[in-house]
């Protein structure tokens, strides 16, 4: 986290929550999400920790769905975007972005790098090894999703996952008994899939955003579009946070010094 908070979200003024250099007048607010482990530790401004969740790989649909949940009952935002603490996020590309495809405005979009007719990894040594999805589901390919490295939600969509993440007891205690019940979404190993499985009946749009999984996207040809950038070390971001002090440009210098 520390890598986060000394690079790129230093673009983002704590007190007017604007990107100067990036020349726009929307507000930002990030915030890293962290489950009951960290309970004990100093409360930090830019932490929430999410009770009832953990961090383990097999836990993260919950802990996601509870982090949009937390995000939802206590900001006002019109686009969400859940990143990994080793993404590099080109801040000024994220919200040209989002101002391109008049996403302040829009509603239902599921922005990210779009994916179809994944299979689940069942055998051992699998890097996202997944036994079962095909049982819970009763399904042998994944819904339509796009990478937990980055991806962006409408605010709507938001907002039907926060009232299915609500604790079933409350929810219908507070809402007139068990008339007013819900039902609640389906936890899977993987939250990138959860959130693509539990939008599947939904009325929505997928729209494709250009990233990079692999932390090349300083040494690709259409590195100048891509918004997010993923597996990038914390000295990667430190020289690419150099770099963007020094010249204005993240990438300055670093294709082909890996």
């Given at each position: 986290m520390d890598a986060v908070r000394e690079t790129w979200t230093l673009d983002i003024d704590p007190d007017t929550h604007r990107c100067e250099r990036c020349k726009s007048n929307r507000t930002v607010k990030y915030l890293f999400l962290l489950g009951e482990e960290a309970a004990d530790e100093a409360p930090e401004l830019d932490v929430a920790v999410l009770r009832r969740c953990n961090s383990d790989y097999?836990?993260?649909?919950?802990?996601?769905?509870?982090?949009?949940?937390?995000?939802?009952?206590?900001?006002?935002?019109h686009v969400l975007l859940k990143a990994d603490t080793d993404s590099w996020i080109f801040l000024d590309r994220l919200i040209d972005f989002a101002e391109s495809h008049r996403l302040f405005a829009r509603s239902?979009?599921?922005?990210?790098?779009?994916?179809?007719?994944?299979?689940?990894?069942?055998?051992?040594?699998?890097?996202?090894r997944d036994e079962v999805f095909s049982q819970l589901?009763?399904?042998?390919?994944?819904?339509?999703?796009?990478?937990?490295?980055?991806?962006?939600?409408?605010?709507?969509?938001?907002?039907?996952?926060?009232?299915?993440?609500?604790?079933?007891?409350?929810?219908a205690k507070d809402r007139g008994g068990e008339d007013a019940a819900l039902p609640g979404l389906m936890e899977l190993p993987q939250e990138d899939v959860a959130v693509g499985f539990w939008l599947e009946a939904v009325d929505h749009q997928r729209l494709s955003?250009?990233?990079?999984?692999?932390?090349?996207?300083?040494?690709?040809?259409?590195?100048?579009?891509?918004?997010?950038?993923?597996?990038?070390?914390?000295?990667?971001?430190?020289?690419?946070?150099?770099?963007?002090?020094?010249?204005?440009?993240?990438?300055?210098g670093e294709a082909g010094a890996f």
């Open positions: 097999e836990h993260l649909a919950h802990k996601v769905r509870q982090g949009i949940r937390y995000a939802v009952t206590h900001y006002s935002f239902a979009v599921h922005a990210g790098e779009i994916r179809r007719h994944g299979k689940p990894q069942t055998y051992k040594g699998a890097q996202n589901t009763s399904q042998d390919t994944y819904p339509v999703y796009t990478p937990g490295c980055g991806y962006l939600l409408t605010r709507d969509l938001c907002n039907y996952i926060s009232l299915l993440s609500e604790d079933h007891h409350r929810r955003m250009p990233l990079s999984i692999f932390g090349d996207a300083c040494r690709r040809s259409d590195g100048e579009s891509l918004v997010l950038d993923h597996y990038v070390s914390q000295d990667q971001m430190h020289r690419r946070w150099h770099n963007l002090q020094q010249s204005g440009d993240p990438c300055h």
